[in-house]
């Protein structure tokens, strides 16, 4: 689906171009966040969604400004439950932080999400220091914090699972990593 859309100054486009490898390492490098693995990473996806198109599972948000791009978000459904959607990354940059870049690419991913039937968005980041502005975000945006993974990064970096229904309250049950259910309501 493509769809471009003006707010506050800035376009939201969902074409990929292969200039936006370069826009996506631009972007995570420059956050400070992300480890050079991690912008690879970012980096392959864009790479893949070129290559692929939709069927890769990748869906991304870029907010274009007049000069450069601001941000972008990446998600995508889950393999075994296309209903229950994934928030791989959010990245805006450092001059543009705090303006509503973010909130207004979480809020089309979420339009989004839901317009294609998604009831549930999930977002993981880490419990380090670093990322408390990141983990308020989401917090903000109506995500819940419902599982932490401890040292699932590295020692001493556990992973912070964010979710964020999209309908009515539901039951489900999943395993930890224990193998036990969690019940997320």
């Known amino acids: 689906m493509t769809r471009e859309t003006e707010h506050s100054g800035c376009r939201l486009r969902d074409q990929v171009a292969w200039e936006d490898v370069e826009t996506v390492r631009t972007l ?4 400070g966040f992300f480890t050079a ?13 070129l290559e692929f198109g939709e069927s890769c599972g ?12 601001l941000g972008f978000a990446c998600y995508g459904p889950y393999d075994d439950r296309p209903d229950w959607f994934d928030l791989y990354w959010i990245a805006v940059s ?22 294609s039937g998604g009831r549930l968005l999930r977002a993981e980041t880490s419990a380090r220091d670093q990322y408390r502005a ?9 995500f819940v914090l419902t599982r932490t993974d401890r040292d699932h990064y590295a020692v001493g970096d556990d992973r912070c699972i964010y979710d964020k229904r999209l309908s ?8 930890d990593s224990t193998g036990s259910e969690e019940v997320m309501q």
């Open 37 to 49: 693995h991690e912008v690879e990473i970012a980096m392959s996806l864009v790479v893949e969604r």
């Open 58 to 69: 990748y869906y991304f948000l870029f907010a274009q400004g007049p000069d450069s791009c």
């Open 28 to 31: 995570t490098e420059s956050s």
């Open 168 to 175: 009515a309250p539901f039951d489900v049950r999943e395993p």
């Open 94 to 115: 450092d001059d543009h932080r705090g303006q509503g870049v973010g909130r207004l690419l979480l809020s089309e991913v979420v339009r989004r999400v839901r317009a």
């Open 134 to 142: 990141t983990r308020k975000f989401y917090e903000r945006n109506g």
